[in-house]
């Protein structure tokens, strides 16, 4: 490979380090559960990306079925999670406005 492309993947990698960083901060902190759950989604992308950039650097094709498969069990947590937190929102409608079934 070039100079030109090692420095690119060199730099990726960098920034997928620190973006792991960040997610573990995440995750440790919190101070919710969401905020837990947003770090996770992220520490799933970030490997994501780690294993694509790991292919694309090491010239093999065989290990894109696992950035395919970690992607859907990550969309699959975040829709989960999407829907958990949209039954907890309470609607409390604006002053004057009717709720569905009051006359």
Do not use: H
Not at 28 to 56: E, F, H, K, N, Y
Not at 69 to 92: H, K, N, P
């Amino acid at each position: 490979m070039t100079v030109v492309v090692n420095a690119i993947l060199l730099l990726a990698a960098l920034l997928l380090t620190i973006s792991a960083l960040v997610a573990i901060q995440r995750i440790a902190v919190g101070p919710s559960q969401l905020d837990r759950s947003i770090g996770s989604d992220l520490m799933v992308a970030v490997v994501i990306g780690s294993v694509g950039l790991w292919a694309t650097w090491a010239d093999q094709d065989t290990e894109i079925v696992i950035p395919l498969l970690l992607s859907m069990v990550g969309f699959t947590g975040a829709v989960s999670i999407a829907r958990l937190v949209s039954e907890r929102v309470v609607y409390r409608p604006k002053s004057g406005e009717k709720i569905r079934g009051d006359r």
